[in-house]
């Protein structure tokens, strides 16, 4: 029998998931402004980290429980979703104007991130010692993101425009937001990881299969929502700089506190999944590139589109 109460928890963990990172986004800030931290400092670290909130929780929980093979998934998948999806719908809806900037360093930073991480889990390949994202492997990838961090707030004197505004809240519901924040993080994360193996047990798939599609979509929903909206009111620069800055702190921050809590054994067959991120990262460059504005066009989005669903048919069928 289908596990139908598997489904409808894991619909609840992804709802509490991005829930409770909007809650603790919200919370946080509110305590940073309190504390008279700077709106900068505030929208460079607590509310960039908020929308990964909801894959940092389930890469922690799959690596403790041993579901490596999600953890890795949730990771690869969300950022080939981030592109080849997210920025498709996006584009689809409005084309995509980019800053110089992104053209020209996160873009391709988010490309070394790929490569950087493909040469620390496929040991067999260079060293011919088993797979392991192991923890001085962590720390490698943790050192780039303190680099892409100062980066990001070398260039944030200059682009004060693009931060977020941040509400005062009441002492009292700064407590309330960040306490059930975490608390719906942390539940979320269980059901979430808990449900999707059971249900890729009933379809008899590979836990990476569910790690690369139906986990992996659900937690990039913070991402979908915020390029959406971005694309409505016409916010472009926003939306490529939400997926790119997600995608790289996917890599170096998420794998790289996953590894450094649990090490991560790595399941080669996902070689070709970094192959298709690698393609959508060069495809995502050359698009921005060839316009003389730095732009993806609708036909561009629709394209993405079309081939994340050509790729997420043949996971399906190949997993």
């Known amino acids: 029998m289908f596990p139908l ?47 990964s909130t909801p894959e940092l929780v389930v890469n922690i929980l799959a690596a403790l429980k041993g579901n490596v093979d ?14 080849l999806l997210i920025l498709g719908l996006a584009a ?7 800053h110089h900037n992104t053209i020209w360093r996160e873009i391709p930073f988010s490309l070394l991130a790929v490569f950087v991480l493909f040469a620390l889990v496929n040991d067999r390949i260079f060293t011919g010692e088993v797979n392991l994202l192991a923890r001085n492997d962590a720390l490698i990838l943790l050192l780039f993101f303190l680099i892409f961090l100062a980066y990001n707030f070398a260039i944030a004197k200059i682009e004060i425009d693009d931060l977020p505004e941040v509400k005062m809240l009441p002492v009292g519901k700064i ?10 993080l942390f539940f979320g994360g269980r059901l979430v990881v808990d449900n999707a193996v059971i249900i890729a047990r009933y379809f008899q798939i590979s836990e990476k299969v569910i790690g690369l599609t139906i986990v992996a979509v659900g937690t990039s929903l913070p991402e979908l929502f915020t390029s959406m909206v971005a694309a409505a009111k016409n916010k472009m620069d926003i939306a490529v700089g939400n997926v790119v800055g997600s995608n790289i702190f996917n890599v170096f921050f998420i794998l790289g506190v996953t590894g450094l809590i649990h090490p991560l054994d790595y399941n080669s067959s996902m070689n070709f999944d970094f192959i298709v ?6 495809l995502l460059f050359i698009s921005t590139f060839i316009h003389p504005i730095g732009k993806v066009s609708r036909v561009e989005g629709i394209c993405f589109v079309i081939i994340y669903f050509i790729y997420l048919v043949y996971v399906l069928t190949n997993g």
């Open 92 to 98: 689809a809806i409005q084309p995509i104007h980019t």
């Open 277 to 282: 991120l690698a393609i959508a990262s060069i």
């Open 175 to 184: 407590i309330l937001f960040i306490s059930t924040g975490l608390g719906g």
């Open 70 to 83: 999600i953890a890795f998934g949730n990771i690869m998948g969300s950022n080939i979703a981030n592109i």
């Open 5 to 51: 109460q598997a489904l409808l928890l894991l619909i609840v963990g992804f709802a509490l998931l991005i829930k409770g990172a909007d809650w603790l986004v919200e919370g946080a800030s509110s305590l940073a402004m309190r504390m008279r931290i700077r709106q900068i400092v505030i929208g460079l670290t607590v509310v960039a980290f908020g929308t």
